[in-house]
């Protein structure tokens, strides 16, 4: 929930997201889309659309964000999927109803319920599909060159996660796959586990079983369960600890043992 509050509250900073208000309304309010041409005056057009497209882009990314946590194991086309489902359902009802609204204060409008689901459905599919194709590519504000000295480099691994500003978690092996648990949800990319963590230098991390790297600010705590040692990360899951890279991780984490 404070993830999803702090997507919401941060689109009130965004200038990507002002950008996408004032320029799909003005779109909408131009084109008059869906079979509103000519049923709505000038000054109600501007209400209409302004308010649709402020509701819309707030569950947009509601939805994203509930996507990308429901989804597990992460998969870009059907978090996208999900999200567009979720957002037809939430969304076309508050169209239908909006739409009425606007009917009774002298508007042309005749919703259907059914019309309003379909052209809800196909564009917030596409939306969202190219949304996670290029999100890893953007950024909502230039990094000045004072900022980039400062700023930490980055692994080179999350320019491969749908995310690339995701807190990673862990990595594990899975056959030709690698896992990458993240705060979005958890992933899999095509690609070594051996060249996964090579990639996810500069962080600070260690193996803790030969198909397990943990980042070591991940690690919550170390106890025995039926005998067999495991590490604790602080999103809850629990990895085995084998012996051979126990000694690692009792001298990266003194603190633990």
Known sequence: MAAIIQRVQGLRDSRIALAVFFGLSAVAVTAQPFGTYGQLEFGMRVVFWSVLIGISI?????????????????????????????????FAPLVYLWSGVMALLGAG???KLWSIMINTFVPTLTVYSVIHLLRPYLSDAPVTEEE????EPQPRLFN????????????????HLT????????????????????????????????????????????QRRSGKLMVQLVNGDELPVSRTYRPRLEEARPDLF
């Open 109 to 111: 409008l005749d919703p």
């Open 148 to 151: 980039a000295e400062e700023t």
């Open 179 to 222: 896992e990458v648990a993240t705060d979005r949800g958890v992933e899999q990319i095509r690609m070594r586990f051996a060249d996964a963590v090579e990639e996810m230098d500069p962080v600070p991390g260690c193996h803790v079983h030969r198909s397990h790297w943990v980042p070591l600010e991940a690690v919550d705590a170390v």
């Open 58 to 90: 707030v569950c947009g990314a509601v939805f994203d964000e509930i996507s990308y946590r429901i989804v597990k194991p992460l998969v870009p086309w059907r978090a996208a999927l999900v999200a567009s489902v979720l957002m037809t359902l939430t």
């Open 160 to 175: 491969r996660l749908a995310w690339s500003e995701a807190k990673v978690y862990r990595l594990s092996a899975n056959d």
